[in-house]
């Protein structure tokens, strides 16, 4: 609708389930070119290339920015490399809160609402949090920040702490990711390629690039 280009992670997951069974592809390279998103998309992406990794070598190049979801697929990678000027990190989560109630009442229209269970209602677009309801959305941002903070911990071989000390939302360049540990190496594809060669025990010049999807 905007001119934007998504990738979705039922068609990507799909097709990394089946460089992962082709015993014809030696090595995945995969290319991150993503300000984020969906964090059930990049856990769904991230889950796939982590079974790959197992059978076969999956190497990292980030493009412009590979960040907060971008970063969070990025950690399935065994090496990542990065342009000197790709924005990435942004380790963190956020979750909005839309709220049409005063919209609404300026137009003299009314909502009626069933929802069932307890607070089953606190995303509603029709009605602010309740003091119970925002403790309550706060404790799941903050859950979920944890676990992207440990999966970059062992992603990285890095101490939850240190991994804090870089994250809560901060974007780095990829001089500095590299600097602070985000990061492998300096290069674009073309590095990524011959890396992940190494890994799969070929030469150079083995093997032939394709491009998926």
Do not use: C
């Not at 903050?142 to 901060?170: I, K, L, N, W």
């Amino acid at each position: 609708l905007v001119g934007s280009k998504l990738a979705g992670s039922t068609t990507l997951v799909k097709q990394i389930d089946r460089l992962r069974e082709d015993r014809r592809v030696k090595a995945v390279v995969v290319r991150i070119n993503s300000p984020g998103g969906s964090v059930a998309a990049a856990e769904a992406m991230t889950r796939a290339l982590e079974r790959t990794g197992k059978v076969k070598p999956v190497v990292v190049s980030m493009g412009n920015v590979a960040a907060s979801g971008g970063y969070y697929v990025a950690t399935a990678g065994q090496y990542i490399f990065s342009d000197a000027l790709t924005r990435t990190g942004s380790i963190g989560i956020f979750r909005p809160k839309v709220d049409l109630s005063g919209t609404l009442k300026l137009f003299g229209v009314g909502v009626d609402e069933i929802s069932v269970g307890a607070k089953a209602g606190m995303y509603s677009w029709w009605k602010p949090y309740s003091a119970e309801e925002r403790a309550a959305a706060q404790a799941g941002i903050e859950a979920s920040y944890r676990v992207f903070v440990q999966r970059v911990a062992r992603a990285r071989a890095m101490a939850p702490a240190d991994v804090d000390r870089v994250a809560r939302g901060r974007i780095w360049s990829g001089v500095r990711a590299q600097e602070i540990g985000l990061v492998d190496a300096y290069g674009g594809l073309r590095e990524a390629v011959l890396h992940a060669r190494a890994l799969a025990g070929m030469g150079p010049r083995d093997g032939e690039v394709r491009h998926f999807p």
